[in-house]
Each structure stands twice: as structure tokens, then as C-alpha cells.
């Protein structure tokens, strides 16, 4: 059982003290172990933005406990548009399954992140790169409301669509023309040297196979994120990353999270094979993963 840890699942961890060396085995152990998303190692670099001793401190622990992890041997997920890539390989090689790993040479550059970020070692290069990915993530939300604003008939069309008719239409939706365009626009964006015809080809081909639980998963966020903002006029900070760990997780068995919000949704944008289990403090953190199913 692969258990896919929102990023403060991993701040629990470290919060609460649990030494690896035991968890790690007592999961093995059970059939079971914890999977880290590329995405987590530069949520948790942010410690390192912020000003003052306290912030530098609070990052070489954090980064510290979670060399330890690594050492170990954790698996790591690509990021979502690397997933995507990889089932497009597939659909080209007729392979059967996807790895949604990273490989052992990206995992080596990952290794030596950690352990520059473990004994503080963070230059103007890194912290640049995270505010660019803040910025990313501000503009993202800047675009779906404009977009909203701009296209007042398709906010009135999803303002039709009530909470509990939300999930049956989402998976009419998902399957129309205009969500190949997005997913072929994702594609273009990650592959710009590709002529745009190809790109909308295998937008379709990854839309309409059986498999491809990224691409579908991408498809699927960007509706409910436009039809959320519709209905509230606004997307908190955190959906943005928040949605994207959810789609990341949906070539592992289980979503472990901390933020019970995410309830909501997050069924919505996984498959079956994955359940979302939510961590509510009942009992020490590693007591509950030893004890998921």
C-alpha cells in the first residue's frame, strides 16, 4: 500500500518526533510504505523565506528530519506534467503501466538538495525559486478569476450547477471537446517545441483511453476550481497546491491529509483506486498510518 502524505502530514511527523527508523519498518512491515511528492520538498523550502534566525533554524530541522526519510529510500513522485508525460509514453508504446516515480538520477539531485537545505546551505538562487513558484501559483488564481469575469456566460453556466448536481455533470464534463483543449494547452506548455496539432492529439487519445489517472485528474481539478470560484467569487491560497497534491496521488492507494476541507473535493478528482483518508489527531501520527487500510 502505496500512502501518498500531504505536505503537513509530513510537518505532523516531524512535529510530533516519530524516528523514521521505526515507522519506516513497522510500515513495511504491515505491506505499507509512505510516498513524498516533489512538491512537499519545496513547500517545506519555504521555511527557509522566511526572515530571521527562527525561520533558518525551523528549515535545518525540518530538512534534517526529512534527510532521514530520504537516506531511507522513500519513493518520490514526478510532478504532475512529468506524470502526464509519462502516460503519454505510454499510449505511444502501448505499455500497460505507468511508473509514477522519479528516476534514480532525479532522486540524486533531490538526495542532494535535502541534504544542502539539512545544514542551511539555501543561496539567492533558491529563495528566487520560490517566490517564482509563489508567483506562479498567484497568477494561476488571478487567471481563473479573469477568465470568469471575461466569460460571463460560462460562469452563468456554472452557477447553474448546484452542489449536489456537481459530481454527475463534472463527469459529463470532464469528457466534452473544450477539455481537451485545456489538457492540450498543458501539454503545449510543457512541450512548446511540439507542434500544437500533436499536442491536442494526444490531449484526446489520454482523454478518452481508460487509464491516465493524471491527465484525467488535471482535467478534473481545473473544472471544479473554475466551478468553485464561480459559486464563492474567490480561490483560497491553498487550493491551488492543495488540489495539485490530490491529482499527484492518483497512482497510490491512499491520500493522507490533515485539512478535513479537503473532503470536499478531493473524492472528485481521484479515482476509486485511491481513498482520501483524513488524520484528526485522535491518536499519535504513527499509530493512524500503521493503522490505515
Known sequence: MDIYLDTNLWNELFKQGVHPGSLLPSLKGEGKRLVLSDETVYELAKTFAKKGQSGLEKGIGLFTYLKEFITQSVPITKDNMAMVAAEMQALQ???KEIFPFINPSDYEIVRTLVDHLSIGEIGDRELEHIDKRLAIRGFDRQRVIRFLEDNPDVRRDLLAVSRE?????????????NCIDYLAGQIHSYFPERPGEEASEYAFALQTATANRVS??????????NWRCAHRGSIPKDLLPD???VVNANYCDVYATKESGQAEYA?????????????????????????LT
Open 165 to 177: 448536481l456537481f459530481p454527475p455533470w463534472l463527469k459529463r464534463e470532464a469528457d466534452t471537446p
Open 216 to 225: 484525467k485528474g488535471m482535467i478534473r481539478r481545473n473544472i471544479y476550481i
Open 93 to 95: 508504446w502501448l505499455m
Open 267 to 291: 473524492w472528485l478528482l481521484l479515482t476509486p483506486s485511491t481513498c482520501v483518508r483524513i488524520y484528526d489527531a485522535q491518536k499519535p501520527i504513527g499509530e493512524w498510518l500503521l493503522s
Open 243 to 245: 488540489s495539485s497534491h
